[in-house]
């Protein structure tokens, strides 16, 4: 059977505002859509701005974990990108929910391991959750002899872990894997913000989360991660309950088919609509191995405004 095939909206006024009618909420994708890097895309704030215009809701969804909430808000604020914190949804939230009101460490076991920045960390702090490792500078160097014999013997190791969260850590080294090694060998949940392999950014692509982090732990621990942002499910129940979403008119809007794309269609959202300025390319979703094909896709977010502001 033939795979359905993406509409492409670009250029396409009558198509876009038609797009635009039939939903009420947008979920945004950032790295790759919104910005890459510092570097905002042309026209996005006009953009989005058009679509509020249009009494649309805007949530942004980023599997980003280096920053919280209000990390994000200043980012958004410093490019001038009008946004609200209310309406930040990250992967290190997500994650910060999950551990606090579902998994519900029992003290004393109740501590994280971090391998990630301070997006984690902040939003840990928030749900009153305790955690060690990330940017705590005593991690960031190299192993002593006692490092060796105490990860051994496990004389170094806090008795009061019991969950390894793996992000997005531009600091990670062979220090901080020993010891999330370690934790999980000692039966500590294994959970991870997010997998994705690359991180487009500076209009390249860098090691992402899932390359630096989750990876390595699970092959050398052989445990596999319950990872909490884009594609999961749990982290679109999540959002679906904060905002109250009508699944059937809310579009994803992405760069990624194998988070943002397959997380709209597993998530039975209305629609979803790929833009190619981050990591997906012309085409990707006709491979054979495609996980997912989007409804409609555009060369870039700012083709949406030749919509106007008033619907068709
Ligand atoms: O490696 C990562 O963490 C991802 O590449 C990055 O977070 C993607 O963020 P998003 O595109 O979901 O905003
Ligand atoms: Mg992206």
Not at 151 to 158: C, N, T, V
Not at 187 to 205: H, I, K, Q, R
Not at 242 to 254: S, W
Request: charged share 20%; hydrophobic share 40%.
């Amino acid at each position: 059977m033939a795979k359905p095939q993406p509409k492409y909206l670009s250029g396409d006024a009558a198509a876009i505002n038609e797009f635009l009618d039939r939903f009420d909420t947008f979920l945004f994708d950032c790295d790759g859509v919104i910005w890459s890097g510092d570097h905002v895309f042309e026209r996005v704030p006009e953009t989005l701005e058009l679509i509020r215009s249009r009494g649309k809701k805007i949530i942004f969804v980023t599997n980003n974990s280096t920053k919280s909430r209000e990390q994000y808000l200043s980012k958004f604020t410093k490019l001038g990108i009008p946004a609200t914190a209310d309406e930040i949804f990250g992967s290190a939230y997500s994650s910060a929910i999950y551990i606090s009101r579902i998994l519900r460490l029992q003290p004393p076991r109740n501590k994280v391991f971090v391998i990630g920045e301070s997006g984690i960390e902040n939003e840990l702090r928030a749900e009153g959750v305790p955690f060690i490792g990330g940017t705590d500078p005593s991690f960031l160097r190299d192993m002593t002899p006692q490092d060796w014999r105490g990860i051994a013997d496990g004389s170094l190791l806090d008795p009061d872990v019991g969950c390894v969260l793996a992000g997005l850590d531009m600091h990670v080294n062979y220090l901080k894997l020993s010891h999330a090694l370690h934790y999980l060998h000692r039966g500590a949940v294994f959970l991870a913000t997010n997998t994705d392999a690359t991180f487009p950014s500076n209009g390249s692509l860098f090691p992402g989360a899932g390359s630096i982090g989750t990876a390595p732990l699970a092959y050398m621990s052989g445990k596999t991660p319950l990872a909490l942002g884009k594609p999961s499910q749990a982290m679109l129940d999540a959002v679906e309950g904060r905002f109250r979403l009508d699944r059937a008119r809310t579009c994803m809007v992405g760069d990624r088919l194998n988070t943002d794309i397959q997380f709209g269609v597993e998530g039975g959202l209305g629609g979803t609509l790929a833009v190619l300025t981050g990591v997906c390319k012309l085409g990707d979703w006709e491979k054979e191995d495609a996980p997912a094909v989007p409804g409609f896709y555009v060369d870039k977010l700012s083709d949406l405004l030749v919509a106007g502001s008033s619907s068709g």
